[in-house]
């Protein structure tokens, strides 16, 4: 353990060159945790350092960055979490995403706090990690495995189950590429935007495996920790809103968004749910004990979110799946299908492929709107017909996408590029940003805060998600999400957040308290003196390198949109004739203007950057530009 | 309207319906959904409505309201006749008998 870090680190950054095979450590200093955390703010500075505008998401020198932050391992609930950085496949930019399950536990105890990875392999490896003895392994063997086969193997192999083992692989999607393949691992576990998957297969890395270590952690203030992490699973369990968290994990998400008209039906093109389906199935109690089902915790949680179920009915009676996120059943809806099992059953399969569930959904839900319209023809799918709600046929177009068959070549470089190839109508049906990802699994034209905050993100997803204790920030407890100045308003002021519980190496779901009871445990981790204002202003840090780095690589405001029909008005049900469209300009002024970044280029402005402590990016980002802008 | 049972005229009450989750609050198990109808008065708006109906279910009130009890808090949102607040309604527009208002609870997903 570097004895010079505080309490909650491991104080190693494990660095491997597939390409030399080459393996060493590094030390993290007290300052680069004290201005980054971990997790998104390390990679973040990270991948600006060492990823420059020239190499792109399949460039060996490209960086997949898998990091914990100081909670991880750590008896605060849902701590095994790990934050992927890298550039991404997707958007050619900046990743931040968020996975789950024992990962960043086991990596901890094993005595590092990040993985640094960068080359690309002569062979395929996998990466296995248990204490000091890291090495690279022949990955043959696990060449066509599924994310669920590869992590079976290896615990066969090793001789490891439960806990003891955690593996992130990202399974014949990432082998073949998908521009939109996730990580995934611990059975149900995905780290899933921006291609993140793409990346570790173009460096012919088929898995991540970490036993569980040996090395104890140390806290600044034990008792101070406890106390903090009791303050933040009462207030899970007993706040009117986390309570369904703490209950139903994000299952009661179908029906609160289906009555809100932000429940995505058949790829948009409705709000309303057919006649005749049996809406108490898709209630958070119905979803979950319409299945025998058995809670499969992470690391330390105490939430009763995760569960596995097995599938009660339908031709696959009797398989285990992974109970959905609401990510995962709104796919099915975005597809045309109401039937919960056949849902579950598509999403696992979906996990297992490892590809973005959303994307798929998108996709899938497309090429089905398209096949019905004429646009695509069962010919050009090789004979394969989709029809709305036909998840046995979704599912041939997954397998065909994830081995890029036939038309699957095309899909797998996911919905925009795919509708930009095909043009006409069906690229008008497409739901997609300019910059190259898609949402998530809303009818965004319902939420605009999100719409706004997936458009402007520099994450290849959302960067701030729903607004979260925002009164803390002296914002309205409530505003309406049609009103284009308070919604453009909240997403600025909020910006950051997320960033910050994505340093900490905890869950997102158990970080939904306020960012002063955060600050209490991190300081009784760390021995800091944290307020959420200095965290706050961590996270924005976070955003400002993001964003600057995306600037760099060339993506800019004229991206910052929607599709046609990502930005359409809808035609039916609680938010019909609602048009974000004609408030677009006004809203990225107002969110311009409360994030302190530069409207034309979109760069962090110089006063920006230097209030972070960002000054040393204003060189690269501006140049001889400041003074002129300066004068502006 | 999604999930709507046939509607039945109804004079002289405004409906007031708990769905899903918010159920809890109002003696509900999370499921399905509960339907209350609430006598209309004269003047009546969004806000008074609300207001009288949760003053006997004290969770709810708590969930509904912020510190001040007079504007909503963070963690239900209301539709007016299935259209979302904010669309054609404020809390202090005029309802009439036979308007419904549906209480949801926040998303809380990714």
């Not at chain 1, 910006?495 to 955060?518: K, N, P, Q, V």
């Not at chain 1, 300081?523 to 390198?545: H, Q």
């Not at chain 2, 209309?40 to 207001?51: E, F, H, I, K, N």
């Amino acid at each position: 353990m570097g004895s010079t870090v505080p309490g909650g680190y491991a104080g190693k950054i494990l660095r491997v060159d597939l390409s030399t095979e080459r393996i060493w450590t590094e030390e993290l200093t007290p300052e680069v945790c004290r201005t980054y955390v971990g997790g998104a703010g390390l990679g973040a500075k990270i991948l600006w350092e060492e990823v420059p505008p020239e190499v792109g998401w399949d460039h060996p020198d490209n960086r997949l960055i898998m990091a914990t932050g100081p909670f991880a391992g750590l008896p605060i609930w849902g701590t095994g979490g790990l934050t992927v950085v890298t550039r991404g496949a997707m958007t050619n930019g900046a990743t931040n995403t968020q996975a789950n399950g024992f990962f960043g536990a086991n990596l901890k105890h094993s005595g590092y706090d990040a993985i640094v990875i960068q080359g690309r392999a002569s062979r395929w490896v996998y990466l296995y990690i248990y204490d000091d003895t890291v090495e690279l392994r022949d990955a043959t063997p696990l060449l066509g495995k599924d994310t669920w086969e590869t992590q079976q193997a290896l615990e066969q192999l090793l001789h490891l189950s439960g806990h003891q083992l955690s593996v992130y692989s990202s399974g014949v999607a990432g082998e073949n590429q998908v521009r939109f393949a996730a990580i995934a691992g611990d059975y149900g576990h995905v780290a899933s935007k921006n291609g993140c998957g793409a990346v570790m297969g173009n460096k012919r890395l088929k898995a991540v495996a970490i036993v569980r270590g040996t090395k104890g952690l140390r806290v600044a203030d034990p008792r101070g920790l406890m106390l903090a992490a009791e303050e933040i699973a009462d207030d899970l369990k007993y706040d009117p809103s986390t309570r369904s968290l703490y209950e139903y994990g994000t299952l009661p998400g179908v029906m609160n968004l289906l009555r809100l008209g932000a429940l995505p039906i058949k790829n948009y093109t409705t709000n309303v749910a057919p006649p005749g389906v049996d809406l108490d199935k898709w209630t958070a109690p119905g979803l979950r004990n319409g299945f025998p089902h058995r809670g499969y915790q992470c690391n330390a949680c105490g939430m009763h979110h995760c569960h596995t179920q097995v599938l009660p009915a339908g031709p696959h009676q009797g398989e285990l799946v992974d109970e959905p996120e609401y990510e995962g059943w709104s796919a099915g809806w975005a597809m045309g299908c109401t039937d919960p099992v056949a849902v579950a059953w598509l999403n696992t399969q979906i996990d297992r492929a490892c590809v973005d569930v959303n994307e798929f959904g998108w996709l899938a839900g497309w090429v089905m709107e398209c096949q019905e319209k004429g646009y695509i023809t069962k010919e050009q799918l090789g004979g394969l017909e989709l029809r709305w709600g036909d998840v046995e046929a979704a599912n041939r177009l997954l397998q065909m996408i994830i081995r890029r068959e036939g038309f699957g070549d095309l899909l797998a470089e996911g919905v925009k590029r795919a509708a930009e190839r095909l043009g006409g109508p069906a690229a008008e049906c497409a739901i997609y940003t300019l910059v190259g990802n898609t949402p998530r699994g809303h009818d965004h034209r319902a939420r605009w805060e999100e719409l706004l905050d997936t458009c402007t993100g520099s994450s290849g997803t959302l960067d701030s998600g729903p607004p979260v204790r925002h009164t803390e920030w002296g914002l309205p407890a409530r505003f309406s999400t049609f009103d284009p100045e308070a919604v453009a308003r909240v997403v600025g002021v909020t910006r950051g957040r997320r960033h910050f519980e994505d340093s900490l190496g905890a869950c997102i779901f158990t970080t939904r308290t306020y960012m002063a009871t955060l600050c209490r445990a991190l300081n009784a981790v760390t021995g800091w003196d944290f307020t959420k204002e200095e965290a706050m202003r961590c996270g924005r840090r976070t955003a400002a390198l993001l964003r600057a780095f995306n600037v760099r690589c060339g993506i800019t405001p004229d991206l910052e949109r929607p599709s046609k029909r990502y930005g359409s008005v809808p035609v039916d049900g609680p938010a019909k004739g609602q048009d974000i469209s004609k408030h677009w300009e006004h809203m990225l002024d107002v969110w311009y203007e409360t994030v302190g970044y530069d409207r034309r280029t979109g760069k962090p402005l110089p006063a920006t950057l230097r209030e972070l402590g960002l000054e040393h990016l204003i060189p690269a980002l501006w140049g001889s530009e400041e003074a002129a802008h300066a004068r502006r | 309207m999604p999930d709507a049972e046939p509607r039945t005229p109804v004079t002289g009450e405004v409906e007031i319906e708990a769905v899903a989750w918010i159920s809890r609050f109002v003696g509900g198990d999370g499921s399905s959904r509960k339907v209350f109808r609430e006598p209309w008065q004269p003047g009546d708006t969004v806000r008074s409505v609300l207001q009288r109906f949760s003053a006997r279910y004290p969770e709810l009130h708590r969930a509904l309201w912020d510190a001040s009890g007079n504007n909503l808090g963070e963690h239900i949102e209301v539709l007016v006749n299935d259209a979302v607040l904010g669309i054609h309604h404020t809390l202090d527009s005029p309802v009439q008998a036979g308007d419904r208002l549906s209480l949801i609870g926040q998303y809380m997903g990714g």
